[in-house]
């Protein structure tokens, strides 16, 4: 299983940006896709995920502002992401869950927001 992450780069706070994740492979069912970040000195973080059924979680931090969603493709997810903030800055990781909860994890994306 493989999972390619692209969309960040950098942009001015107030500003938007788009990331996508696509798996590949076979073999595997997933239940669960979404994103992590990890900023420098901090933790990773759980930022948004979409179940198979399409229910989202966000994080308190990014509510409202970004919008996750699936892809026609299959196994492929969106991270829609307004309003950018200078706190958004860190390296996004795409993640995938399949139905025996083992997690699978793309390289990262940096997202860098100037104030």
């Known amino acids: 299983v493989q999972l390619q992450a692209s969309g960040g780069g950098l942009v001015q706070a107030g500003g938007s940006l788009r990331l996508s994740c696509a798996a590949s492979?076979?073999?595997?069912?997933?239940?669960?896709m979404g994103w992590y970040r990890q900023a420098p000195g901090d933790q990773r973080e759980l930022v948004a995920s979409?179940?198979?059924?399409?229910?989202?979680d966000y994080a308190e931090s990014v509510a409202g502002r970004f919008t996750i969603s699936k892809g026609s493709g299959v196994n492929t997810v969106y991270l829609q992401m307004y309003n950018l903030k200078p706190e958004d800055t860190a390296v996004y990781y795409c993640?995938?869950?399949?139905?025996?909860?083992?997690?699978?994890w793309g390289q990262g994306t940096l997202v860098t927001v100037s104030s």
């Open positions: 492979g076979s073999g595997f069912n997933i239940v669960r």
């Open positions: 979409i179940l198979g059924g399409g229910r989202t």
């Open positions: 993640f995938a869950r399949n139905i025996k909860l083992r997690d699978y």
